[in-house]
């Protein structure tokens, strides 16, 4: 057994076979939890070597474990893969999809180096054989194979394998790495893509452990593995912690006992964060610095870029900065403490952790922590403005659905900006950093596109309960501060459906017509509410005379008063649903406000919009037609033609397709994009007629199309 540090470019640039075998577990990597963190850290380091070109910044992406296959070809060598599998895949997706964006916006050099990566060259590949460095023997054989093996731009909707996790790890991967690069041509993208794909080449390290066939793969693969309790990110900073303490000749046994606080059932719990378990003290050192140090960070990161942080930039002995650790631990499990108390009003800080519990995320706590470091100054006017713009951006975004994928990076580019701006200022300037973004993945959606989405969703069953319930909590203490009420207490008050889900018996109506409206609006969010307790099934189901002297018997909640108030001469239905969805919407919309004359427009519609466009909708459009020819661009397959029927599929050779890429994978026998792939009579391909309908939609119009 031999062990080697490698870059991908020398552990890649032979002519070999990576082989995943059968028995090995399938793709499980997913985004939240591994593909958001390995960009965000690609991506940061690229940045720095951009910003410092004598920066040689690398990532360390952990171990593998290959043993030189038995039957070796004269010109191919071959390893299996023991352990490593899924960051070995990873690295290729990523790899390939950047090279794919590389060869679409003409940069063959760049994405000829990256194919090395991914792609043994023709010369030394059997015929018949694949040309992939990778091999999966499992179920993921088939996935991968194709979605490496598709021509770019990969249209990944189309793909066979479209559900697969490792095509979903691809378009992920494209997606992101596009919107990084920007636009083709624009003034920092020739910089963007040379400093990626050097960084993919030689500014990753992993180690790999390389095995002899005749040595035992099981048993080093158990002693890799073995069952035991890993240590934890707090556990390693507090080894580097007091043995720094040690070197500055600090007094350490006093220095544990009063100011380490991580030792108490409070920190050592471990939490989720979405689909992880981390210790509570874990996930605070990594939201700490990223409020010192303005960087995102990830959960692996956690303890080098700490010991990076103190060793290079902190300026502080460990015997200054722990107590300054302590002080800011000991308020975040203040507010996460009132947070978790069921009565009693919080204050802005307090209601924003609240929030972001019930809510699902973690985003915004480097920002509080920040807000409140020692000596910053900033006044509490300041930061209730500051904590109500950034749970604004968070909440609106969680009222469409939009991923929150993005979200950490702006967070910390927003401590970053503003470290140094006067405390006086720092409202003003970070309203106006978010008011700013202006794509997809992190704009701040404005009034008018909250109020269509909200007014039509079907709240109940779209959002997450203790998220919802949140909202709904809003609104209360919104109405209740108007009357100098105390806040709803936050005891999971049940949500009540005012109009009963099983409305048919009780709730009859005459036509389906009638039918239809009643059930579209059971789940909005005017048709909800809260109650004290739940009221029994017979009278919740029930008639609504009923349910409302009910109702009016037990509440205490405004929400709900104002429906019995609403109803006094008048029964519910369809009508006074829409009416309170859209009072709720506005009261949703003065609780978490945007900048006056923020509308929130993106650049990117196109990404908000999805693949949802067909040809049928050029057809529509009057950009084509039935009978129009489609001819094809590869080099191959010159003079090929296609057409367009009226219905908007595609006749090739007598055969109906119901998409282009379905007639150019028939055709090409491979994946194919048809968007790219067909071209219309004048030259122009067809994603180039989607382009001009979908520039040509009014902005209203495009918002009524799905964001997810």
Request: proline share 5%; hydrophobic share 40%; net charge negative.
């Amino acid at each position: 057994m031999e062990t080697f540090k490698r870059t991908p470019l020398q552990l890649f640039n032979l002519p070999q076979h990576f082989v995943i075998p059968l028995f090995q577990r399938p793709y499980v990597w997913r985004e939240e939890d591994q593909w958001g963190p390995l960009w965000n850290d690609i991506r940061r380091i690229t940045e720095l070597r951009i910003a410092e070109p004598r920066s040689n910044a690398t990532h360390f992406l952990g171990a593998v474990v290959i043993q030189s296959h038995e039957a070796q070809s004269s010109r191919m060598t071959t390893w299996n893969v023991i352990d490593g599998q899924q960051r070995l895949t990873t690295l290729q997706v990523l790899a390939d999809a950047t090279c794919a964006l590389l060869a679409e916006g003409g940069d063959l050099r760049l994405s000829g180096q990256l194919d090395r990566l991914t792609h043994n060259d023709e010369s030394f590949v059997e015929e018949g054989d694949t040309r992939l460095k990778v091999r999966h023997l499992n179920k993921d054989r088939a996935a991968f194979d194709e979605v490496m093996s598709a021509e770019p731009p990969v249209d990944h909707a189309d793909l066979a394998h479209s559900e697969s996790q490792i095509v979903s790890a691809h378009a992920y991967f494209s997606t992101v790495v596009q919107q990084w690069l920007g636009a083709v041509g624009s003034d920092d993208y020739a910089v963007k893509a040379k400093e990626l794909t050097t960084v993919l080449l030689d500014g990753l390290q992993l180690v790999s452990i390389e095995l002899e066939a005749s040595e035992n793969s099981q048993e080093i693969f158990e002693t890799l593995n073995a069952r035991g309790t890993p240590l934890t990110a707090a556990d390693l900073v507090r080894n580097f912690v007091f043995q720094r303490l040690e070197a500055e000749g600090g007094d350490t046994a006093r220095a544990y006992r009063d100011d380490w606080p991580f030792e108490t059932k409070f920190w050592m719990r471990e939490v989720s964060v979405g689909r992880s378990l981390v210790s509570r003290s874990s996930l605070f050192l990594n939201q700490w610095l990223i409020a010192r140090t303005g960087e995102e960070v990830s959960p692996q990161a956690t303890f080098n870029r700490f010991k990076s942080y103190v060793e290079l930039e902190s300026g502080h002995l460990m015997a200054d900065l722990l107590p300054v650790i302590k002080q800011q631990a000991q308020q975040y499990e203040c507010w996460t403490e009132a947070a978790n108390r069921p009565g009693g009003s919080l204050d802005s800080t307090e209601m924003a952790v609240y929030r972001m519990q019930a809510g699902g995320v973690e985003v915004l706590k480097p920002l509080l922590i920040w807000l409140h470091e020692p000596g910053r100054g900033v006044a509490p006017d300041s930061i209730d403005r500051i904590i109500q713009a950034a749970e604004s951006w968070v909440v609106r975004r969680q009222f469409l659905r939009l991923s929150g994928s993005d979200l950490g990076r702006i967070v910390a580019d927003v401590i970053a900006a503003n470290s140094t701006v006067p405390a006086s200022d720092l409202a003003e300037r970070v309203a106006g950093h978010l008011a700013r973004l202006n794509v997809t993945s992190t704009y701040w959606p404005g009034d008018e596109e909250i109020r269509r989405t909200l007014a039509t969703e079907a709240a109940y069953t779209r959002f997450p309960r203790g998220r919802l319930r949140m909202f709904l909590e809003a609104a209360e203490d919104h109405f209740r501060a108007e009357t100098g009420q105390p806040q709803i207490e936050r005891k999971g008050y049940p949500i009540e459906h005012l109009l009963p889900r099983t409305w048919r018996d009780t709730w009859p109506v005459a036509t389906p017509e009638e039918a239809d409206a009643r059930q579209e609006r059971v789940n909005r969010l005017g048709n909800l509410t809260l109650l004290t307790r739940s009221l029994n099934s017979k009278i919740s189901n029930g008639a609504w005379p009923a349910k409302r002297s009910a109702l009016q018997d037990h509440n205490t909640i405004t929400l709900t008063g104002r429906v019995i108030k609403r109803t006094e001469q008048h029964a519910w239905d369809e009508a006074l649903i829409d009416e309170r969805t859209s009072e709720l919407i506005d009261v949703l919309l003065r609780v978490w406000p945007v900048p006056e004359g923020h509308h929130g427009k993106v650049v990117d519609p196109q990404t908000k919009a999805g693949d949802w466009v067909e040809l049928k909708h050029l057809i529509e459009a009057g950009l084509l037609a039935g009978g129009d020819k489609l001819v094809a661009t590869h080099r191959d397959f010159k003079g090929m033609e296609a057409t367009v029927t009226a219905d908007g599929a595609i006749d090739l050779n007598g055969k109906r397709y119901t998409s282009p890429s379905a007639a150019g994978l028939a055709l090409r026998k491979r994946a194919t994009n048809g968007w790219y792939f067909w071209a219309v009579a004048d030259g122009r391909r067809l994603r180039d007629v989607r382009t001009e309908f979908q520039n040509s939609m009014p902005p209203d119009e495009e918002l009524q199309f799905p964001v997810e």
